[in-house]
């Protein structure tokens, strides 16, 4: 998910998997997408055994993505199982992020994750330890509040070792590890999606692709998030 304002996704699966991930082939595959990939062709995205997508809805407080309603309506076109993420801006607070992000999701049909990326220090962005934590822990709780589920953390081993308490233990975790097998940091929960590529190559999306894969097979994802 680092294609946010801090970093700037032809082929078929069998490029994608070259990339990194050695992981059991039989876990489901998807991507995370935003306006950074333009226009996106979702039935070529499904044809290439894409199953799941993380759409981006914001960023901070001033940044709804242009493509998120297309990019939401072409998956479900295409069959594909859709959540959302927001980028979090350490600068800014927690509950207004989420307000945000709330009222950019509200009524789409999003059986996944709502998501809450943690980029943590980027070549843009160098947070402040004490506060980054509990502004998006306020997040993380207010969009639990809004929709009476638990949402998930993105973050790379660096961020989660350097920002998060033993209390981002207790959501989902997908993990940012672009290695052939994933290891949590300590005081972090098994991954439950895992993101082991930001350069795959995909048909049905231009440049490079965020690859992702979940820790259990099609059937399984489809039955944890109550999809018949």
């Not at 055994?49 to 309506?73: C, L, M, R, S, Y």
């Not at 509200?106 to 962005?125: A, F, I, K, M």
Request: hydrophobic residues 35%.
């Amino acid at each position: 998910m680092t294609l946010s304002q801090f970093t700037r996704f032809s082929g078929v699966r069998a490029i994608a998997e070259e990339t990194g991930g050695a992981s059991n082939s039989a876990q489901a595959f998807g991507v995370d997408v935003s306006h950074w990939n333009g226009t996106i062709d979702w039935q070529s995205l499904a044809q290439s055994g894409v199953t799941f997508a993380f759409v981006k809805a914001f960023e901070g407080i001033h940044w709804p993505d242009p493509k998120f309603q297309a990019n939401i309506t072409g998956a479900h076109a295409a069959g594909i199982l859709c959540g959302a993420y927001h980028v979090f801006t350490p600068n800014e607070d927690g509950r207004a992020q989420a307000s945000c992000f709330c009222q950019a999701v509200r009524g789409h049909n999003l059986p996944l994750p709502l998501v809450l990326d943690l980029e943590g220090d980027t070549p843009t962005q160098h947070p402040d330890k004490d506060t980054y934590g509990p502004q998006a822990l306020a997040w993380l709780e207010a969009v639990q509040d809004e929709f009476n589920q638990t949402p998930m953390v993105y973050a790379n081993p660096s961020t989660w070792s350097t920002f998060l308490s033993s209390k981002f233990a207790e959501y989902p975790y997908w993990q940012a590890q672009y290695v052939d097998h994933p290891t949590p940091p300590a005081g972090a929960p098994e991954w439950t999606f895992w993101q082991y590529s930001q350069s795959g190559r995909l048909s049905g999306i231009d440049g490079d692709a965020d690859l992702d894969r979940y820790q259990g097979s099609v059937a399984d994802l489809r039955t944890r998030y109550g999809v018949s």
